[in-house]
């Protein structure tokens, strides 16, 4: 008979059969109390769906199993020494045979080897040759995880870096290599984290080499991931990490890539699909982006969090705000200043950059530049120097690596944020134009034309952007 249920069975003394007596009251309370304690035991002690496939075995657990492998050996012995004169040879043979099982059963090796430890076994288990991770029906498309890291990631923060296109061939280390490995290695217990980034490597894939894996294009991993983040976000109590961060930014950048068309040319489905909904991807990308800075405003600042996560979405900020020409979200409040620290320590010196490129922007002299202009001009020509300086070195220090790429990002901002100012003068001046235009007295075939102007300059500005 069933254990969880209970049968009350009643007689005819039970005149009310809805009332029951003290006693049956009684039995079924400490029923119900059994009950409720016995699924409480259980949903505390039960497991998440991946964790039986992935365990880690830490140097505590290891000290613990050899400490029970100690007591195991002394009971045992001591159980076969009482009755070893009582039992047969047979039976002697046989309970030897028991006790080596118990001790290679609980030696660590042993243990070891028969756990997927994510600190011993396999030694990079973000690959997920077994499939056992978060992911693991879609385990067959983790070849995409490699395609971004560390070669993809690793290329583009050294050519935003200025780094010379030698250096891009190298495999010497660089100041975020830790990170990519712990992104992937997160990626075997994190559903939000590995679905962003599988949707991220599935559209790198796509525009880069015109196919995707398996066939499961960016909106596949984009629909789990958008459901993981939000479920993560909707827990009471959840934590602000840098995984989280950067699942949103995986989110934004794919949502960008797949709502521009020139990246899509090798794939004409895919274009044509671009084409179609125009810039409306941006929009979801913005949303990622504002709610991504509102998080970290409230957790505390960028300060809190792995230089790599700011970096990341300073990328994808300013590659939004450069297609759709739009100011960006994140506030240049991380611009590292004019000059490295740690460049003195290269043995240079201010007045020896001037030495290095001395004719680059000479000509800027003969030009009629407005004063902020040439101000961000000449802040461009000090960082050339001070990089074509840097990387001359055979190794570079990762503060200074990080400085050269936070300035090349903050002089882009600038004269991202100049550009944009003056395509909106432009467009305020011409408007102005046109009103004045509007109000003076013409002659009636001026009128028809200016009526046909009034009706297409709605258009004729949208198209005055576009050609901006």
Known sequence: ???????????????????????????????????????????????????????????????????????????????????????????????KKQREAVVKRLTPAYASSKSLSKAMQPSYNASDPFHCTVANLDAGTHAILHI???HASRVNFLAESFAPPERLL???????????????????EDEKLIYSTLAYGSSLLGWTMGRFHSGKQPEYFLDKALRAVRVYLSTPGYIVDNWLLLSMYGLAITEMWNCLPSMW??????????????????????????????VVECAGGWKKFD????????????????????????????????????????????????????????????????????????????????????????????????????????????????????NAKHLERFQLQFMRYDTGRRHPAETSVQTSLTKSYPQFLASLRVAA
């Not at 939004?320 to 739009?326: C, G």
């Open 148 to 150: 971004t890291f560390p």
């Open 307 to 422: 230089p790599y996560v700011l970096d990341s979405v300073i990328l994808a900020d300013k590659f939004m705000a450069i297609t759709s020409r739009k100011p960006p979200i994140i506030p240049v409040t991380w611009d590292p200043g004019q000059l490295p620290e740690s460049l003195e320590e290269f043995g240079i010196t201010e007045e020896e950059l001037l030495v290095i490129l001395p004719r680059l922007g000479t000509g800027f002299h003969i030009e009629s530049l407005s004063e902020e202009l040439n101000n961000i001009l000449q802040d461009l020509v000090a960082y050339c120097r001070i990089a074509n300086a840097a990387w001359s070195y055979p190794s570079i220090r990762p503060d200074t690596e990080g400085w050269l790429f936070r300035r090349s990002q903050a002089l882009s901002y600038r004269l991202l944020l100049h550009a944009l100012d003056q």
């Open 1 to 95: 008979m069933d254990g969880s249920l209970l049968f009350v069975n009643k007689t005819q003394t039970s005149r009310v059969l809805s009332r029951s007596k003290a006693g049956e009251r009684s039995a079924i309370l400490s029923h119900v109390q059994n009950k409720r304690r016995r699924h409480e035991a259980e949903v505390s002690q039960s497991l998440k769906p991946w964790a039986g496939f992935t365990t880690t075995l830490s140097a505590s657990d290891v000290s613990e199993i050899s400490k029970t492998v100690e007591v195991k050996l002394k009971f045992v012995d001591h159980d076969v020494t009482a009755r070893s004169v009582k039992s047969s040879e047979d039976s002697q043979k046989q309970k």
């Open 170 to 188: 190298q495999h010497a280390p660089m100041r975020h290599d830790r990170m990519f490995q712990l992104r992937l290695k997160r990626c075997v």
């Open 265 to 294: 040319r090798q794939l004409p489905d895919r274009h044509a699909m671009a084409s179609k909904l125009g810039y409306r991807g941006f929009s979801a990308c913005r949303m990622h982006l504002k709610t991504l800075l509102q």
